[in-house]
């Protein structure tokens, strides 16, 4: 069974820097992009960020462009989002997820909370 | 940006009851690239449709998707205790994935 784990969330101030992980097992994991989608409270889904499986290629939403870095490595099965700059507008839930072929995601794991003040 | 508009807000149903949600795009979603999911508070969301119309592995027959263009429903013929949540859509035939606000469905 596919399972995914998100860690690193914290409370961080405005302008500072924070970087959050993922973990998943239980598929191939080299052969599959791997996406963050954030939750901001009262707020719809946002997706944020992915990266192909051999990690050769990265996606941004405008929102988050400049200040926020994917990377993966496949040897420890792990997503890495470093997020710089952040600003009280990047307050949310942040859920890692497989992301199939950049269309939808499944599954995903419990999120991790990003608190910026 | 594709905006995905869900109704209602809220849903208050009992346990055996019928819930229908909606999901209304601002554009035509290219062949029917559509996705719904349930979130309850603290786990992981999960997977429950994509296609507009296919059930994703593991989903009860229960869970069913309908829908094309602009208007798409997802129908919990008849709720179980384990189906209240949140749902929400997402539509994935712009390179703009996005998201519907939810459908929270209640105990009444």
């Known amino acids: 069974e596919a399972q995914i784990w998100e860690s690193g969330g914290g409370l961080v101030q405005a302008g500072g820097s924070l970087k959050l992980s993922c973990t998943a097992s239980?598929?191939?994991?080299?052969?599959?992009?791997m996406s963050w989608v954030r939750q901001a409270q009262g707020k719809g889904l946002e997706w944020v960020s992915g990266?192909?499986?051999?990690?050769?290629?990265?996606y941004y939403a405008d929102s988050v462009k400049g200040r926020f870095v994917i990377s993966r490595d496949n040897s420890k099965n792990t997503v890495s989002l470093q997020m710089n700059n952040l600003g009280v507008d990047d307050t949310a839930i942040y859920f890692c997820?497989?992301?199939?072929?950049?269309?939808?995601?499944?599954?995903w794991g419990q999120g991790t909370l990003v608190t910026v003040s | 940006d594709i905006v995905l508009t869900q109704s209602p807000v809220s849903l208050s149903l009992s346990p055996g009851e019928r819930a229908t949600l909606s999901c209304r795009a601002s554009?035509?979603?290219?062949?029917?690239?559509l996705a719904w999911y349930q979130h309850r508070p603290g786990q992981a969301p999960r997977l429950l449709i994509y296609?507009?119309?296919t059930r994703a592995a593991g989903i009860p027959e229960r869970f069913s998707g309908r829908g094309s263009g602009t208007d798409f429903t997802l129908t919990i013929s008849r709720l179980e205790p384990d189906d209240f949540a949140v749902y929400f859509c997402?539509?994935?035939?712009?390179?703009?994935?996005?998201f519907g606000q939810g459908t929270k469905v209640e105990i009444k």
């Open positions: 997820a497989k992301d199939r072929a950049m269309e939808y995601f499944d599954p």
């Open positions: 239980g598929f191939t994991f080299s052969s599959y992009t």
């Open positions: 990266i192909s499986g051999s990690g050769m290629t990265t």
């Open positions: 554009q035509i979603i290219f062949s029917d690239y």
């Open positions: 296609g507009a119309s």
């Open positions: 997402q539509q994935y035939g712009s390179s703009d994935r996005t």
